[in-house]
């Protein structure tokens, strides 16, 4: 009902941060993929804790095991079933939240939805590690699709004010994308790691978080793609990326810039190329016209909201006694989780690209 | 496939803007409620071209016929099905636009996705037009909705760089959203009106058209609707506002506001009213924490581009002789369809809130 | 959530007997495909009440009136939606029925559904009437699959003990389906005819009816269409006919008759043809191995409850005085709809394989 | 795409016979259900092999282990997901059917689907193996299906023509069905269980298989559930219990015997038990009128054919030489399944049951 998603290749994530694994059934993928497994860990290593030096040091040391559809490296047809066993799961750390919700988090949504039966320990289903089964079933979707020429990756846009330059929309290419999407911190102008590492570092110093923005985009797509109204290319990529935790909010192209724009200048006009090719000579649209691919790079932006798990006080309440508390959330918390969702959005885009290109057989 | 949304309050749109009739099914309804024809037709007008002076003088008379579902003023359970018969219909306005796509359009990759099949007259099932039965749909849902005590409304936040004030998420209630509902330019404040109609103008004088923001609330909905992952509310949502010609980017509380936000500030900390109920003391989420509804007022905004069909000449290309062409959109076409979308974007929002009461039967 | 079917080929039935409109629309359809009305109406024709000399001689000229995605002849990929308006529905002969449920009939269970509220003129949206658009379903994806070489045709298997000869389901070919699919009371051996005709009347005689059973078959269906598990082949189409109203059992292949066999004799030995194609020397299975097609004809079979409404005096409650009751249906009703029942098995089996072909896009 | 199904309560299931786990994935279970594991454990040895005499002796000895969902014997409310690895899988057994498909089986349909990728080996996705995970899901779903009142159980009617009695469809009552779920080999009437066994060991000695039907029944569902048309409990029961290898026909109530009966017979008439509520004298429609439940006992029956993997030489052919040939089937497989299907066919009632009472909401 809540955690699968997809047409025709679907997702169905399951775990809790804190019970025996988390992990993923992929249906419907097509059979005879071979799936590059040192591949796939880079892009789980991008997401991970730990890895990068503004992250904070747990390791989790997860390990993607296959529990079938695959045999010879290659797909079965058969659902692709994958598990991360939990270890060194420190459940004390979290003691206090069954009773004082932690603000911004799900803490208390989620005991108003499950009645109080939710797995509170480290945020339960509603943890940030359950986008890491999302991250292995992305990876698995990316290399399929870069044997049909669709290349995807993308870069920290923003953290807390600290701005890297966006994406050329009509020029963005699929060597570029590879190469941003092999990095842990990726960025198309490497200067600005270090006003946005500042910009952490100012925070962590506070007790403190900061959010920010990830650009994505995919090349390689052929026009027609995607389906008029609610089964769109817009409609179906923002059903999944909401899917991923602290994203408040999704635009493509031009996005909320288009409030400010004429018509005269937000229209892309077509051309051809000098192969024939029907191009657009600007790409405000991000690729997309009526819900349809154009055959433009496809350009999707993700806003991050500041972790919500920071350390210093917070005023909440307490379930128990019916009154006002105060909070100080402990444990390993990122102060900011940007780069590492950048991978969980690039994986998000994967799986919705391939799930289209599978359900309507265009191209791809 | 494509123009049919929800899991149990289900609604399929079909039409074409020059064919013989548009229209909706609507399946999954509760049986024996009332819905008051008036009162939807006042929604139905606020969409509609003609009825505001800033828009295009044409009137489409459009009517409402219900065909099934409907028994005695009340719903019976079973699809509700309506159509509108299309008049007046005008297409040698259009003819060009077959060999010669408008920029911004779905006109190009419609015929791309279609193998050139596609109603091209009017823009066919990607016009605009198909959006006044999602009002409908959408009208009936809330008459359902208030009777639970759920209230939606909302407003015109932006035109061109003029603004109305935003709404307060905490405080933005009942009254001021049913104020707004009735009306068709809904401002908060007023005093935007005269800047707003400005932007209008001086776009239409130019031959060209303006983009905006709509910004839309619901009150009364309970804790706890809603399921993680990708059956959140905001994913449900989503999905159902990119089906919104226009939409290019959605976003929810803060939205990509965050972006340059710390946590401390993001969070919103939990507190008990003075009857005991849960609040949060702000309210940059939205409403929602964890895909799920915190009973806090749910707050949404769409950006909508600016018309892409203009007056003014435009580069496009001719699909039959495989050449550069130029391109002037004749017809009628508002400047600027932020007041029309606005009630389109509540529609979807009463819509995808029923569907989600229905789905979850967790009061409502 | 209720009168939708379909992954890709959706099709969504409104209406009530007795009401403005019935009709559907179906959404997913391939565009460009030309659809000729002649041919439809001779199914919709089959169909219709009156058509028959044993039938009733109500004659509900029913025309099918196309709202939407149809362009010169062609779909245009956009819904197709249909209506049929009801004429001379004379509501006064179902009085009794709000509060003497009729056995048999759906009259209580969807009482007890929508909470009295449903309409129960003529049986609503439970009606056989309802059946209709669904054979203007089937006999356009009918036309369209008859071009990928994909035959559909049925004949009356049983009606109350006289019997028709099985299909030969090796040898059954296209030029048997098409020749049975054109006719108003379908056999093999029209020899049954007499015999079957004879059971009605005796029933019509005695102020009774009968039930049956009919047999369709698919012949041209390419090898590996279908998934395992839950959207097998089987499931699918068992998930449409059951959507029939008096379909009780759906079977394919031997169905119940393999209760009985040994594994030596069900089992269907594989052979090559004399054009190297794989073949079985047997069908027993059906036409599908694993939910999957095996590229041999499609068997299915359902059987039809006599009809419920009959006119000898019939014991029920009276839901507002709290009594026993009696009740005399009275009303125009066939004494046998298995003739009848035939094009909609076809039509259900039509609308569940164009929507596999376009869901797997494996050949057709 | 394949493998999951349930619109509310959905189940996923995953998995090869010789793949190194075979599992599901439960999701939309209501939170806070207590689930009893050694209940559980005996419905799943019912469906495990070599438990009965007349079975083959493999052991698998398979333990059902829960990776998420569950917390001090509780549903979270997250996705319940649970894993059998499997053991002692001894592949050698199946090299000659990569090249030879088995009559009857799904190898070659499979390799056709899945362009010759998919996991051969023991059936791969297609073993009567994947029934454990549905049997663990319908034991989970009955637990909590008791807890409101609702019964499920059922028998084994017939092996090879040797018949038990079939359930009186007004009178089987919670008393019956708990007794019959407990048992490994179900019979009402425990002196056909001689004449059964005997139809198996004739079979086994002539190095052959033999089919039957399974009868199961619910009680205690509440009138009112099911939706019309393609969402009613027929439909969505069908499109679950034909996932069951094996299962080519289902029939609810009298089911195929309509074909021979009156109206007057058919028909149920209504009538008020001595409490006051709605009942049917007779329950030939097997307790759903209009695809919706009337109160009254849900009778369903399922054929099952004979295992297709019998030990006497058999005619296929040889898909890499493309000549006939001869195929004897070695390895472990049962004479007759049908005991072991029975506790499947049950799981599958029991699954829909829960997803169509959690969907609905009405009562349960």
Same mark, same amino acid.
């Given at each position: ?28 993928? %097509? ?17 991970? %804790? ?288 940007? %780069? ?25």
């Amino acid at each position: 009902m809540s955690s699968g998603i997809g047409n025709r290749v679907k997702c169905t994530i399951f775990g809790e941060s804190h019970g025996k694994a988390i992990g993923c059934v992929v249906d419907g993928l %097509p059979a005879g993929e071979n799936i590059d497994m040192d591949e796939m860990l880079v892009q789980m290593a991008r997401r991970a %804790p730990g890895r990068d030096k503004t992250a904070t040091p747990r390791s989790e040391g997860d390990y993607p095991e296959i529990l079938s559809g695959m045999l010879d490296g290659r797909t079965t047809g058969a659902p692709l079933a994958m598990m991360i066993v939990n270890h060194n799961t420190r459940s004390g750390d979290y003691e206090d939240i069954a009773r004082t919700p932690r603000p911004g988090h799900a803490d208390y949504t989620g005991h108003v939805r499950y009645d109080g039966f939710n797995d509170i320990r480290g945020g339960g289903h509603f943890s940030g590690r359950l986008t890491a089964p999302l991250v292995f079933a992305g990876a698995v979707c990316r290399q399929i699709l870069r044997r049909r020429g669709v290349h995807i990756g993308g870069h920290i846009l923003e953290i807390h004010g600290a701005r890297d330059e966006g994406f050329d929309p009509v020029k963005v290419d699929a060597q570029l994308l590879e190469r941003l999407a092999a990095k842990p911190f990726s960025l198309i102008d490497q200067a600005a790691e270090g006003l946005m590492r500042e910009q952490v570092k100012t925070a962590q110093k506070n007790m403190d978080s900061v959010g920010g923005i990830v650009e994505a985009a995919a090349v390689g797509l052929p026009a027609g793609l995607g389906s008029p109204m609610f089964e769109g290319v817009e409609n179906r990529l923002a059903a999944l990326l909401f899917g991923i935790p602290a994203v408040k909010g999704v635009e493509f192209g031009a996005g909320f810039g288009f409030a400010s724009m004429n018509g005269s200048t937000a229209n892309d006009p077509f051309d051809y190329d000098k192969d024939g090719n029907v191009i657009t000579l600007s790409n405000n649209n991000g690729g997309i016209l009526g819900g349809i691919t154009s055959g433009m790079p496809l350009i999707v932006r993700a806003v991050i909201k500041p972790t919500s798990s920071i350390p210093q006080p917070q005023k909440t309440i307490d379930l128990i006694d019916g009154k006002s508390a105060e909070l100080s959330v402990r444990g390993r918390h990122d102060p900011c989780i940007v %780069p590492r969702a950048l991978p969980v959005v690039e994986a998000g885009l994967a799986l919705g690209l391939l799930d289209l290109i599978e359900s309507e057989k265009k191209g791809g």
